[in-house]
């Protein structure tokens, strides 16, 4: 059986929407369809990542640039960033898994 990493999919998508501009729940919805083996909870827990970090992207640039030697800009999309927003996010909100698992 395939393996598929939620946070890979939520990191994916959020690289996605950052630097294409792309509109989150369109390409939500195409990541979450191509990765249909996924349970209802990993694919709550993508989608509630992936809108959780647009929605405190300033807050959580504000905490990257306090505590990284590397500053960032406001929305700036770059590949460690996209990743580092999506996990510190998960880390303000106790979200310390997929699968249920919080």
């Known amino acids: 059986m395939i393996q598929i990493n939620p946070r890979e999919i939520a990191a994916e998508a959020l690289m996605e929407i950052m630097t294409a501009d792309a509109y ?41 640039n306090t505590f990284s030697k590397t500053k960032t800009g406001k929305n700036e999309a770059v590949a460690a960033g996209s990743a580092a927003d999506g996990g510190v996010s998960d880390v303000l909100h106790g979200r310390t898994g997929c699968s249920g698992v919080q």
Request: glycine share 4%.
């Open 24 to 64: 989150n729940t369109m390409t939500l919805r195409r990541l979450l369809r191509q990765n249909g083996a996924m349970s209802r909870q990993d694919r709550a827990f993508v989608t509630e990542v992936v809108n959780g970090t647009l929605r405190n992207l300033i807050y959580i640039d504000h905490v990257l």
